[in-house]
């Protein structure tokens, strides 16, 4: 493993870092409540399909990795 990949584990780890501090401290509360959720429930079966969240999670780590790969 070089050094390059030491420096990628350690900003991964700085980036999770401070998601978990925002979802503690409940700067990420509105994540859960976005436009666009399918709630289904009947009986004792719940279902939820959380498509908005998905979809912005799909589109920020997309731009995230073309960045990376464009710097290297």
Known sequence: MDSSAGVLFLIA??????????????GLAWFGRLPGYIHMSGGNVRFFAPFVSMLLISVILTVVINLLARLR
Not at 13 to 26: F, N, P
């Open 13 to 26: 780890g700085a980036v999770l870092l401070l998601i978990g501090l925002l979802a503690l401290s409940g």
